[in-house]
């Protein structure tokens, strides 16, 4: 038995929190976007400096990190990225990544940038005939 003054208690009350369900649910799923996208810049960073760091050459360590990257990010969301590079391929050395990424929030209006650094030693014993 319904009490007088009840009559659409139900609908305002689903008013009132069906924004605040709706905003927790978007807060979700840009979290999951963001975290997403930091994960597969990590990777291809560390890629890019593991590729660079087993080149043969200075010219080609470029290439070989580029390669890498791309193929990390190829089919991901990120609009604009860009690789830099530093560091010698000597014996010893470290090729240092940098990979910097613009990517969408997905379901949600805008985008954010994203950046991670990744650093591979040059095998000491590169060259070296047994």
């Not at 003054?5 to 009132?16: I, K």
């Not at 860009?82 to 985008?111: E, F, K, W």
């Amino acid at each position: 038995m319904r009490r007088r003054g009840e009559a659409g208690s139900a609908t305002l009350e689903l008013a009132v929190a069906a924004p605040a369900v709706l905003a927790l649910v978007g807060l979700v799923v840009l979290a999951g976007r963001v975290e997403t996208a930091h994960q597969v810049v990590n990777q291809a960073t560390e890629d890019a400096a593991r590729a660079a760091s087993i080149a043969r050459s200075q010219t080609s360590a470029a290439a070989e990190a580029n390669t890498a990257a791309a193929s990390d990010l190829s089919g991901r969301d990120c609009r604009h990225w860009n690789l830099s590079l530093s560091g010698q391929v000597v014996p010893g050395g470290v090729m240092s990544a940098r990979i910097t990424c613009t990517t969408s929030l997905g379901i949600l209006p805008g985008s954010f940038t994203t950046s991670a650094r990744a650093s591979a030693v040059v095998d000491v014993f590169r060259g070296a005939v047994p």
